[in-house]
């Protein structure tokens, strides 16, 4: 009779682990699945670069992971662009709807 509990014990903890073991196997084959898609639909809307750093709210149209200009194969530097050239420009400010009178 307990050699009988033991063999089935023995049964169950191997059938949990086996079962433990396929569903960390089968998450992580669908987890990065998913997240090659992602980037695979990223790079094709031009939202990534093609060193694989995200190109989402970036206020200089450079990669700051490889340095390369957003919409080119090549780095700023190698199409002869300086950093002073690429710096965003200054929002205007708004202009005041009545002009001052002098005092």
Do not use: N
């Not at 094709?44 to 694989?52: A, H, L, P, V």
């Amino acid at each position: 009779m307990v050699q009988v509990f033991w063999g089935m014990f023995y049964t169950l903890i191997g059938a949990i682990g086996v079962g433990v073991v396929t569903f960390v196997v089968l998450r992580l084959i669908i987890h990065f699945s998913f997240r090659r898609a992602h980037a695979r639909e990223l790079h094709r809307e031009g939202k990534r670069c093609m060193c694989g750093y995200e190109l989402v709210g970036l206020e200089v149209p450079r990669c700051p992971e490889c340095g390369r200009a957003i919409g080119f194969d090549k780095t700023f530097e190698e199409l002869g662009i300086t950093p002073e050239e690429i710096k965003p420009r200054p929002k205007p400010s708004p202009e005041p709807s009545a002009k001052r009178c002098p005092e």
